[in-house]
């Protein structure tokens, strides 16, 4: 039952350099997002994807880029990493557009800039 | 545009006691969900309940309940029976969802502690 799972767990960058976070569930979950969490400020939106081939802007997407060519995956990818993009970062997944659907989460990734 | 605030960045309550966790949201939707998580010092996060918009009852699971005053924009946690495994960060999050967009908003999060 791996649920929502992402790798790496931790990973420390030099400023610019570029990576991808590693996204995949196996619930066939058509509904995919990726937050950042910084100290006392709780978790913000980066992109979200409403199903295979559609993503979308949350409220920092800034420097991050997404793609979502399957149900099950949906890598993010840090352009030029920058140390303002230190954070812990999660993904997410489920149902399609419905309120009533919780949001499961991935364990998340400690993600350092020097 | 959507907003979660949760005004208590701690709390403390004792072994065996309740206590309510605070939140209030701002939406011009009138179809929004809204969730609570809970984030132990382990990092994952794990949902605990949910309260529709439509829904004329508050939810309530296992000894989570949620006080779900709508005409004031309220939807406060209530944890009965603390214990000290409750011990966490607690967030209030809305969900608005239509055709073009489904965007969960949180709260900056509530750190709850229990002692014995």
């Known amino acids: 039952n791996a649920g929502v799972t992402q790798t790496p767990k931790f990973q420390v960058l030099k400023t610019g350099q570029s990576m991808t976070l590693q996204c995949a569930q196996d619930?066939?979950?058509?509904?995919m997002s990726w937050y950042r969490q910084d100290p006392g400020m709780g978790l913000r939106l980066i992109h979200y994807s409403v199903g295979a081939g559609i993503t979308d802007q949350g409220e920092v997407p800034n420097g991050y880029n997404v793609s979502r060519s399957t149900t099950e995956d949906f890598p993010l990818r840090l352009l030029s990493a920058a140390p303002s993009q230190t954070s812990v970062y999660f993904c997410a997944s489920s149902y399609s557009v419905r309120v009533t659907q919780p949001q499961h989460f991935g364990d998340g990734t400690r993600l350092s800039i020097l | 545009a959507q907003k979660i605030t949760q005004t208590q960045p701690g709390m403390f309550v004792q072994e065996k006691e309740a206590v309510t966790l605070d939140c209030t949201y701002d939406?011009?939707?009138?179809?929004?969900?809204l969730f609570w998580y809970k984030q132990p010092s382990s990092g994952e996060m794990i949902f605990l309940i949910y309260?529709?918009?439509?829904?004329?009852q508050n939810a309530t699971e296992g000894r989570y309940s949620l006080n779900f005053q709508k005409a004031r924009k309220s939807a406060n946690l209530v944890i009965s029976a603390s214990q000290l495994g409750d011990s966490a960060m607690y967030f209030c999050a809305m969900r608005e969802a239509s055709l073009s967009t489904d965007k969960l908003i949180f709260g900056t999060g509530t750190r709850l502690q229990v002692f014995p």
């Open positions: 619930m066939n979950h058509e509904y």
């Open positions: 939406t011009s939707d009138p179809s929004y969900g």
């Open positions: 309260q529709g918009s439509y829904d004329q």
